[in-house]
């Protein structure tokens, strides 16, 4: 396999025949019930949206901070150096 | 079998044995093993928490029933500070930031962590071949896969080189190879286990669960790892299991998936097996219903496209920016594309392409 992904090859998926298999699947999750049945609750494992936590911002210890510095891949002079930007 | 949990702590409260002898047994085990069940061993820590339990015994204080017992973990949860490299090309010097919930529970039960164990690539496999730490061999038939994707846990089970093991389940990662090395494995129901610090795979359906020799073990460590975390919004509260329930269960109905068994593809031992199986559950006295879903093909892709399509989303961090083998090109894009097609493995590179058109197929205009 090519190590780079060429517009070709991309542009071939893009133009791919739709599978029949995945078709009718598509069809299925269409189809099916939505379930909301309140009594039909043996399984009932899905969290309701009151049930959501508050955003809140937790500071990562010391300890976290270094190891996410030591995971980063490349670092000059005290710096962490990212990938180049695409210009224009 | 008897509980391995509760026999290694009566040894350790009768002072039969010391923790630190039980670990570093463990641990010698672990590094001659020659089933390639080992990413890295854990020795500075196990030995240190070890050492803290003997003191505990020495000094008469009472030891909680997990404290003190060796486990594994497969290497795709956080455990600080040690690597963590899903076994993987791209991620083999990363290093845990923080710990994921479902171990934290364990480390907080005083439970010993010895060792990052072998598993199919980011768990995506069913062999444990697919890994930069060499083919997981089977334990008991070193000739033979050991499954997967969880499959260096199922064999440090099964050679007892740990007493339980941590695996990941998203498509019978932990049930399978529990099977093929004749252990337990299982996978609980969805949201029982806080996902927090597991590397994710196919979201909507991955699991924490245990796997151990006997049944008493699977359900000591999983209710040490249920319940409700803050961390992760799909986590639930659940009840805790008893031993009385399992001992005395008062199941009436078991169903099973007809389609499976129908299927043309299923091997004739396995398929007499199975319903043998059945039979001798019918003998109990429990209703077995064939439960008749749609055709097994389609339950397969079912699967297949959501788990390709998350998948793709949640490797999509892997891109060599924050973290992992970054290689450098001629702009960012580039960098992108030669970081994951050098580090990616070539099947990875597949499935990512078979990801890629579900994606651009539900959503084109984001992908394109």
């Given at each position: 396999?090519?190590?780079?992904?060429?517009?070709?090859?991309?542009?071939?998926?893009?133009?791919?025949?739709?599978?029949?298999?995945v078709?009718?699947l598509?069809?299925?999750?269409?189809?099916?019930?939505?379930?909301?049945?309140p009594s039909?609750?043996?399984?009932?494992?899905?969290?309701?949206?009151?049930?959501?936590?508050?955003?809140?911002?937790?500071e990562?210890?010391?300890?976290?901070?270094?190891?996410?510095?030591?995971?980063?891949?490349?670092?000059?002079?005290?710096?962490?150096?990212?990938?180049k930007?695409?210009?224009? | 079998?008897?509980?391995?949990?509760?026999?290694?702590?009566?040894?350790?409260?009768?002072?039969?044995?010391?923790?630190t002898?039980?670990v570093?047994?463990?641990?010698?085990?672990?590094?001659?093993?020659?089933?390639n069940?080992?990413?890295?061993?854990?020795?500075?820590?196990?030995?240190?928490?070890?050492?803290?339990?003997?003191?505990?015994?020495?000094?008469?204080?009472?030891?909680?029933?997990?404290?003190?017992?060796?486990f594994g973990?497969?290497?795709?949860?956080m455990?600080?500070?040690?690597?963590?490299?899903?076994?993987?090309?791209?991620?083999?010097?990363?290093?845990?930031?923080?710990?994921?919930?479902?171990?934290?529970?364990?480390?907080?039960?005083?439970?010993?962590?010895?060792v990052?164990?072998?598993?199919?690539?980011?768990?995506?496999?069913?062999?444990?071949?697919?890994?930069?730490?060499?083919a997981?061999?089977?334990?008991?038939?070193?000739?033979?896969?050991a499954?997967?994707?969880?499959g260096?846990?199922?064999?440090n089970?099964?050679?007892?080189?740990?007493?339980?093991?941590?695996?990941?389940?998203?498509?019978?990662?932990?049930r399978?190879?529990?099977?093929?090395?004749?252990?337990?494995?299982?996978?609980?129901?969805?949201?029982?286990?806080s996902?927090?610090?597991?590397?994710?795979?196919?979201?909507?359906?991955d699991?924490?669960?245990?796997?151990a020799?006997?049944?008493?073990?699977?359900?000591?460590?999983?209710?040490?790892?249920?319940?409700?975390?803050?961390?992760?919004?799909?986590?639930?509260?659940?009840?805790?299991?008893?031993?009385?329930?399992?001992e005395?269960s008062?199941?009436?109905?078991?169903?099973?998936?007809k389609?499976?068994?129908?299927?043309?593809?299923?091997?004739?031992k396995?398929?007499?097996?199975?319903?043998?199986?059945?039979?001798?559950?019918?003998?109990?006295?429990?209703?077995?219903?064939?439960?008749?879903?749609?055709?097994?093909?389609?339950?397969?892709?079912?699967?297949?496209?959501?788990?390709?399509?998350?998948?793709?989303?949640?490797?999509?961090?892997?891109?060599?920016t924050?973290?992992?083998?970054?290689?450098?090109?001629?702009?960012?894009?580039?960098?992108?594309?030669?970081?994951?097609?050098?580090?990616?493995?070539?099947?990875?590179n597949?499935?990512?392409?078979?990801?890629?058109?579900?994606?651009?197929?539900?959503?084109?205009?984001?992908?394109?």
């Amino acid at each position: 396999m090519s190590k780079i992904m060429t517009v070709d090859i991309l542009s071939s998926i893009k133009g791919a025949q739709p599978s029949e298999s995945v078709n009718k699947l598509f069809d299925v999750i269409k189809n099916a019930s939505s379930n909301n049945n309140p009594s039909n609750n043996v399984n009932y494992n899905c969290v309701s949206v009151s049930d959501l936590r508050e955003d809140v911002v937790v500071e990562s210890s010391a300890m976290e901070k270094q190891l996410i510095l030591e995971n980063f891949p490349n670092k000059k002079n005290g710096f962490l150096v990212v990938a180049k930007v695409i210009e224009g | 079998m008897e509980s391995q949990i509760k026999k290694i702590h009566q040894q350790l409260v009768s002072k039969e044995i010391t923790c630190t002898a039980l670990v570093q047994g463990k641990l010698d085990l672990l590094q001659q093993n020659t089933y390639n069940s080992v990413n890295s061993t854990l020795d500075v820590l196990a030995l240190e928490l070890a050492a803290k339990v003997d003191a505990k015994i020495a000094n008469g204080e009472t030891i909680g029933l997990l404290e003190g017992i060796p486990f594994g973990i497969k290497d795709v949860y956080m455990l600080q500070g040690t690597y963590t490299t899903a076994s993987s090309d791209l991620l083999k010097n990363y290093k845990s930031p923080y710990t994921a919930t479902a171990i934290q529970k364990l480390l907080d039960a005083g439970a010993i962590p010895l060792v990052k164990e072998n598993c199919d690539s980011f768990g995506h496999g069913s062999s444990s071949e697919n890994t930069i730490f060499g083919a997981v061999k089977n334990a008991v038939n070193p000739e033979l896969v050991a499954g997967g994707s969880s499959g260096g846990s199922a064999v440090n089970v099964a050679k007892e080189y740990t007493v339980f093991s941590i695996g990941g389940d998203t498509g019978g990662s932990i049930r399978q190879p529990a099977g093929y090395n004749h252990i337990y494995g299982f996978k609980p129901t969805y949201g029982r286990v806080s996902r927090y610090g597991l590397m994710a795979y196919a979201s909507s359906t991955d699991c924490v669960g245990p796997l151990a020799k006997s049944i008493e073990d699977v359900r000591i460590v999983l209710n040490v790892m249920s319940g409700k975390d803050p961390k992760d919004q799909t986590s639930i509260v659940s009840n805790e299991i008893s031993e009385e329930s399992i001992e005395t269960s008062n199941v009436k109905t078991v169903g099973y998936f007809k389609n499976f068994i129908e299927s043309e593809a299923i091997d004739a031992k396995v398929k007499a097996d199975f319903l043998a199986a059945i039979e001798k559950i019918r003998a109990k006295g429990i209703e077995v219903k064939e439960l008749d879903f749609f055709k097994s093909d389609i339950l397969v892709s079912t699967y297949y496209t959501l788990a390709m399509a998350e998948t793709a989303s949640n490797l999509s961090r892997l891109d060599g920016t924050n973290y992992g083998n970054r290689i450098e090109g001629e702009n960012l894009i580039d960098t992108y594309a030669v970081t994951r097609s050098e580090n990616f493995s070539e099947e990875r590179n597949a499935e990512l392409l078979v990801e890629t058109k579900y994606y651009l197929k539900v959503f084109p205009k984001e992908y394109i």
